[in-house]
């Protein structure tokens, strides 16, 4: 068995499955706003151990992430596939980095210091903020240029916009608006803040309707996947993308102590 950890978490995996593929079925805390189809940069990871058991990086990859970047164990988690199973494998999401980082900064140092955060931890958010930004400016003309290229050599078919869909439609399943909670958040918040009285009456409109509203928008986008898919063969999508059904499952061995 591979071993495999996923922002802390065991994760099962197989030999010549991408990341991307173990992370879906896992449920992990990563994007992949194109469906893994290597035309965005929300599925990047930072691989802290197991390099060696992963493919080469590719041209995709390197549009998207700078030398830099690259030097650090940076990877697109679409592309990189497991080639070796007895090397373990540890890796982090951007998204867990940044959620990492923000917790410390508004949560731990708010603890610490009377709900102001602490200046050291507001500076590392700040950088590591500022460094993706420019990360991403910098790549953005090599990314522009692989995808058209890979426009015109036919990599990107029609059916990649119902991959999109429906990756979307399945990180999305378990965004259920708390309108009940949400209530009581604002409440509490008028109650310490003298100043904001009608801060819960001023937002009931909007956060009665939000439910009903998200609810429709899944409903619509399950609809248009499930009718393209109908329709068409069930090898819908790119060669290198594994269909995951939509379906919720539980993390497994969960990782103790680190």
Known sequence: MIKLVINDVEAEAELNETLLEVARRQKSHIGYTCGGNGACQTCEVIVSE????????????KSWLTPIKQDEGHRLACQA??????????L?????????????????????SGLKP????????????????VSHLATTPAAVTNSMFRIFEGNYKPE????????WREQTQDIKPDVELLKE????????????????????????????????????????IES???????NIGTSQVQRIEIEKKEKKHEMKDK
């Open 50 to 61: 197991g390099m060696d058991a992963l493919s080469e990086i590719n041209d995709i990859e």
């Open 81 to 90: 596939t497991i080639i070796k199973d007895d090397i373990p494998i540890e």
């Open 92 to 112: 982090t999401s951007r998204v867990q980095v940044l959620l990492n980082i923000f917790n410390h900064t508004f949560n731990e140092s708010a603890e610490k």
């Open 118 to 133: 602490n200046p050291m931890a507001l500076k590392d958010l700040v950088e590591y903020v500022g460094k993706e930004t």
């Open 160 to 167: 990649m916009i119902y991959e999109t869909l429906k990756a």
């Open 185 to 224: 958040k604002l409440t509490n918040l008028a109650e310490n803040k003298p100043q904001l009285p009608n801060l819960p009456e001023l937002f009931a409109p909007i956060i009665d309707k939000s439910k009903p509203i998200f609810k429709q928008v899944n409903e619509a986008v399950t609809n248009i």
């Open 228 to 234: 393209q898919m109908m329709s068409s063969s069930k």
